[in-house]
């Protein structure tokens, strides 16, 4: 579904991706994983169209995605739930999640789909008419997923969803994050810094280090290779 070719970003003189391959198969979560500053970010930045790069393509369904502008890229079903979730805490858990459909013209199918985030999320049921400022860790990035599920998405590009959250919290997310591929058939590219929980619910695993990809397996296999895990994941 998703083919990276010989992606390079730079931000100035910094070279943040050189060159990476990427494959990502429709109905799979792939992890996108590695230390700090290896350029995850920078690739889910690059896909969503946010950050252009100096060189290498982007395809979805074999369409380049690099030249587009970002709203005709969320509009082919690309939704990026970007790091810490960029919720707006001074709107409610309703309106942000109105937020992430505004861009369709069909008010009914979204009205639909917020009640479909509701059942899939039920805290947030709960605390519909609440400011996303009261909201723990764990549910702002229930209303991140959910904000950017409300649009209908293909692909979903999700940005270090654990990062502050307790084990169980992280758990319950990676658990969606799996149903959202197995039941509705959507597929994710997942940036982990925590490689063991986004090995436990991912088909394949990439790993970037300094903007390069050094592994690019099925899960199990990295996850049973000591080597990679000891030099790059940190278990
Ligand atoms: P993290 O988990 O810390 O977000 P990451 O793997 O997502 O790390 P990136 O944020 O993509 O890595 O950063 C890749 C490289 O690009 C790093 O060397 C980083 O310092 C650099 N970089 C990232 N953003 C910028 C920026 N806005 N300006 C200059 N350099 C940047």
Redesign the pocket.
Known sequence: MLEVKGLTVH??A?R?LGGVDLSVDEGSVTAVL?A???????LLRTVSGLLKPRAGSVELDGRELTRLPVEDIVRLGVAHVPQSGGVITELTVEENLRLGGLWRRDRAALTRRVAEMYELFPPLAERRARTAATLSGGERQMLALARALTGGPRLLLVD?PSLGLAPRVVAQLMAVLRRLCDEDGRTVLLVE?NARSALSVADRAVV?DL?AVVAAEAAATLAADDRLRHAYLGF
């Open positions: 931000y100035g910094v943040a590695g700090n500053g290896a350029g995850k970010t920078t270090e810094q970037l903007g």
